[in-house]
Structures are given as C-alpha cells and as structure tokens.
C-alpha cells in the first residue's frame, strides 16, 4: 500500500521531464519580476544629473581638456552618472538591479575622491592638481557637486534604496583594479610631461620631484592600503545593515500570515 504522506520520486520535480520540470528546476527569483520602483528610479536620476554637471562644469572650467579628463574626480564621477542612470532604467522598469558588483566599486570610487579632496591632498588650484581652480563660483558648484552632494547621495541611495548582504568578500579585490592602474598611469604620465606643466602629477603627494621616487611609491602603498580600508568597510557595514522597508509590502503582526 502507498502512503500518501510520503514523496513518490517518480512525481519529484528532480525527476521531472519537459516543460513542467523545466519550471520546476527553475528558481523563482529567475521568473518573478521585479517590482518597478518610480521614486527610486527618480532619485537616481537626480544623482546620475549632479554628477554629469559636476562633470561638466569642470570640464568647462579647464582649457586643458586631457589634463581635467585624468583626474579621478572626473573619471569617477562620469563612470557613476553612467551607471546611476542606467540603474534608474533597469529599477524604473522593474528589470534586475544593476551587478553590486559595480554599483559598489563606483560608490567606492567616489568616496574616495571625496575623502581625498576633504582631507586636503587633492587640492584644486595650479599645480596641485588636475582639476582646475575651485575659488571661482562656478569652480566651487562643481567641486560641492563632484565631492559632498554626489557622495552623500551615493550612501543614501545605498543605504535606504538597495537590498543589503549582495557585496562578497572577492568584490573588494576586483573594486581595487581600477584605482592601481590609475596610480601607474598618474606616475607614468607625469614622467612624460615636461617639468613645471600645470597639473602634471593629480595629488602633490604623488610628485617625485618634491618627495623623490622611494616616498612617492610609500605614499602610493598608503593610498592602496587606505582604499582596501575603505572597501572592507563597505563590505562589513552591508553584510550587519538592516533591510531597507518597502513601500506596500509588511509582514503580519502574528509573524504567521501571508506578506500583506
């Protein structure tokens, strides 16, 4: 006789043939679709737009177009407009979330031009860097823009508007890829230039002909260091933060009921 109660493992969905066990094998979250979130969508856009101004107005402040397209800043700052307009698309539509593999990197990135800049080791002006002069109104928007408004929207965004636990311990090694090929290309660019061109090295910490080569490559072992900080610290905080509540969806007082 059969029990009833028991698994019969001709009718499992481990054994199942064709369509059926097609979508038996198939997890949910690979066919459920994603709930468009407008507002989300919205904010991002007014990120992605901050950071093409800031962009932009640096860009137009420089009558050195190379020089100003080197800096961090600048790189930084388009590569999140980019992505932050691309992950309104992709929210707004109710697609899959942009990799965190990438959103992570860029927020990564532009908190550390901020912290580079509020700490005082990128400043804008002649030969300091190369972004251009920040004292005039313009300049100033564009350094607000690049350095306080589009990271503190970045962290918001983050933490308020992303499902947390999605950043891996291998992501931190990959985020650092970018910023050491930047550090070789900064030195090696500088090299290149004739001595004395305005914003020839993008922090003076970096400039050999200040420090000499050995301090020089001990200031660029910090700044590795200090970015493997940063990003480990990103990591820990997203694994410990609590999930963001989204609009419309609780779960029953009794702990027991449906989401409602």
């Not at 400039?207 to 820990?236: C, E, I, R």
Request: charge should be positive.
């Amino acid at each position: 006789m059969i029990d009833p109660t028991r698994s019969d493992p001709t009718r499992s969905s481990h054994y199942a043939t064709g369509p059926a066990g097609a979508s038996a094998l198939t997890p949910s979250s690979a066919v459920a679709p994603h709930a468009r979130r407008p507002l989300a969508a919205v904010l991002r856009v007014l990120l992605a737009a901050a950071a093409a101004t800031g962009v932009a107005l640096e860009i137009g402040l420089s009558a050195d177009l190379p020089r100003v397209l080197s800096d961090f800043s600048v790189q930084a700052g388009a590569a999140f407009a980019l992505c932050a307009l691309w992950s309104a698309y992709r929210i707004g539509s109710g697609r899959r979330p942009v990799s965190p593999r990438i959103t992570g990197a860029l927020l990564l990135y532009v908190l550390a031009a901020a912290l580079l800049r509020h700490t005082h080791l990128a400043q804008p002006g002649a030969g300091g860097s190369t972004l251009p002069d920040a004292s005039s109104p313009t300049g100033t928007v564009a350094d607000q823009l690049l350095h306080t408004a589009v990271p503190l929207g970045a962290v918001l965004d983050w933490l308020l508007l992303t499902t947390p636990r999605q950043y891996r311990l291998r992501h931190t090694w990959q985020w650092l890829a970018y910023p050491v090929l930047y550090l070789l290309f900064a030195l090696l660019r500088g090299a290149l230039l004739t001595p004395g061109t305005p914003g020839r090295y993008p922090w003076p910490l970096l400039n050999p002909a200040t420090h000499g080569y050995p301090t020089v490559l001990l200031h660029a072992l910090l700044a590795f260091l200090a970015l493997s900080l940063l990003a480990t610290a990103l990591l820990a905080i997203d694994q410990f933060r609590p999930t963001p509540p989204r609009p419309g969806y609780r779960i029953s007082r009794s702990g027991i009921g449906p989401l409602k």
